[in-house]
């Protein structure tokens, strides 16, 4: 059995996808952070977890180390984001069409504000 060194940049993250932001403010990992969760719970996340900076009107927030998403299908923005991070916009393009996904066209569909990291 061989082990893998962790690399030295290597930081931990948490993230949510849609209403798994309950796990991480019932956690507090988002006390103080802003976060986002599908558009029919966000009301709900701020009531319960009153120290979460709820923003209903974004697909996903990144948080540096605590990303959430609105929903699944902001999920795969969210991915997208962070596999491309580093990386430049040509590959956060190739997982968009090579999934199927266009974010910009749903965001026009839904009246939607693009998140600045994502565009």
Known sequence: MTSRAVPTTYAP???????????????????????????????RLQRLFTSVRVDPDVLFVDDGDVLTS?????????????????????????????IGVSPLAYRRAFGIPACPEAV
């Open 70 to 98: 609105a929903g699944v299908a902001a999920g795969v923005d969210l991915v997208a984001h962070r596999a491309g991070f580093g990386t430049g916009a040509s590959l956060r393009q190739h997982l968009h069409s090579a």
């Open 13 to 43: 993250r948490a993230l949510a996808i849609c209403t798994g932001a309950y796990v991480l403010a019932a956690a507090g990992l988002l006390d103080q952070r802003p976060a986002t969760t599908h558009w029919r719970e966000a009301e």
